[in-house]
């Protein structure tokens, strides 16, 4: 369920470092919608069509922490923001005080954003780590969805921006808990990604048209938000999801530390990490995730393409304010 909410406070001023895939089109949703915003990012190039719409570079995480309400980092490692956040010279850390907010909202490890969020605390600031959801194709429009976790009254005092920039928006408990909310849904995504590659192989072989292959899995049980993506994305050929093997690998190692600490032994997460391993070994850290498709082409001699499929994938719906999605529970 979705409800809609209002806060009283005024929160205007956001700061936002790490403008990656995804990072730069969160900072674009916030500038598109209003919001005073400064960015920083290790490539200039990358703050380009921002600072041409509006928005200002920052000096430092430092003093772009002391400007801001909010201070966002969206990072590749929970090792960069480290480095963003508590570097002796010019780390954000010296500059949240009381009244502000830091939001994490890189994939990154439960017990990192904890250790980091809790020296923002000290400071009198408060903390969310807040991932996202749901492909860059929706980051870009301001219809993902993000997962929060942090104190409640922090969550109401930041959903003005982060209903600026995802749709559905999911306060997932305490501090961490969004992290492991995030892990848990990338790591179910790449076992899909697997499976619907080995799915398309064997369809392949079996002689069946490709076309007609996607379309019986998209009315059927088998249907997935993976498949509706990122196998358009491998029938093109381009594979790109803007996803890489690197990403993948780490994100499945995050989960796999989380089962570690929970003392569980899984079965099917040793195999994903051998598989990705393997595809960032044979054709690159940087390259797509969909490609890791190509050690089965290679394997049977077959090519996995189709006609009609785009190269990247765009969001069509309209853009929409986002709103709390509301837990339901019994009584």
């Known amino acids: 369920?979705?409800?809609?909410?209002?806060?009283?406070?005024?929160?205007?001023?956001?700061?936002?470092?790490?403008?990656?895939?995804v990072g730069g089109k969160l900072a674009g949703s916030l500038l598109r919608n209003g919001f005073d915003l400064q960015v920083r990012d290790l490539s200039r190039e990358a703050a380009a069509p921002l600072l041409e719409r509006g928005a200002r570079f920052g000096e430092s995480p430092r003093k772009m922490a002391e400007e801001a309400d909010i201070l966002i980092t969206c990072l590749p490692t929970p090792q960069a923001s480290a480095?963003?956040?508590?570097?002796?010279?010019?780390?954000?850390?010296?500059?949240?005080?009381?009244?502000?907010?830091?939001?994490?909202?890189?994939?990154?490890?439960?017990?990192?954003?904890?250790?980091?969020?809790?020296?923002?605390?000290?400071?009198?600031?408060?903390?969310?780590?807040s991932p996202v959801s749901g492909g860059c194709h929706r980051a870009a429009t301001g219809n993902i969805a993000?997962?929060?976790?942090?104190e409640?009254?922090?969550?109401?005092?930041?959903?003005?921006?982060?209903?600026?920039?995802?749709?559905?928006?999911?306060?997932?408990g305490p501090l961490g808990a969004a992290s492991v909310l995030k892990v848990v849904t990338n790591y179910l995504a790449t076992a899909n990604l697997v499976s619907l590659c080995e799915a398309l192989v064997t369809a392949k072989l079996a002689g069946m048209d490709l076309n007609t292959t996607y379309e019986a899995v998209r009315i059927s049980s088998g249907n997935s938000?993976?498949?509706?993506?990122?196998?358009?994305?491998?029938?093109?050929?381009?594979r790109n999801i803007n996803f890489t093997m690197d990403l993948v690998c780490k994100d499945i190692g995050l989960f796999a530390a989380i089962a570690e600490r929970c003392d569980l032994q899984l079965e099917l997460a040793p195999l994903l990490v051998e598989i990705f391993r393997d595809g960032a070994k044979k054709y690159g850290a940087r390259?797509?995730?969909?490609?890791?498709?190509?050690?089965?082409?290679?394997?049977?001699?077959?090519?996995?393409?189709?006609d009609g499929f785009p190269a990247e994938m765009t969001d069509t719906e309209p853009e929409s304010r986002g709103a709390e999605v509301v837990v339901a529970r019994g009584d």
């Open 146 to 150: 993000i997962f929060a976790g942090g």
């Open 152 to 172: 409640r009254a922090t969550f109401e005092a930041a959903l003005p921006a982060l209903t600026a920039m995802g749709r559905k928006i999911l306060h997932a």
């Open 1 to 21: 369920m979705l409800m809609s909410m209002t806060t009283k406070n005024p929160i205007n001023k956001v700061a936002f470092i790490g403008l990656g895939n």
């Open 83 to 129: 480095a963003v956040m508590e570097d002796a010279a010019e780390g954000a850390l010296a500059g949240l005080s009381a009244g502000k907010i830091w939001m994490e909202m890189s994939t990154t490890d439960e017990t990192e954003v904890r250790r980091l969020g809790e020296l923002v605390m000290a400071r009198g600031a408060g903390a969310l780590d």
């Open 225 to 238: 938000f993976v498949h509706e993506t990122e196998s358009q994305v491998i029938l093109n050929g381009s």
């Open 287 to 306: 390259e797509w995730s969909p490609n890791i498709i190509r050690r089965l082409e290679e394997a049977c001699g077959a090519e996995i393409r189709a």
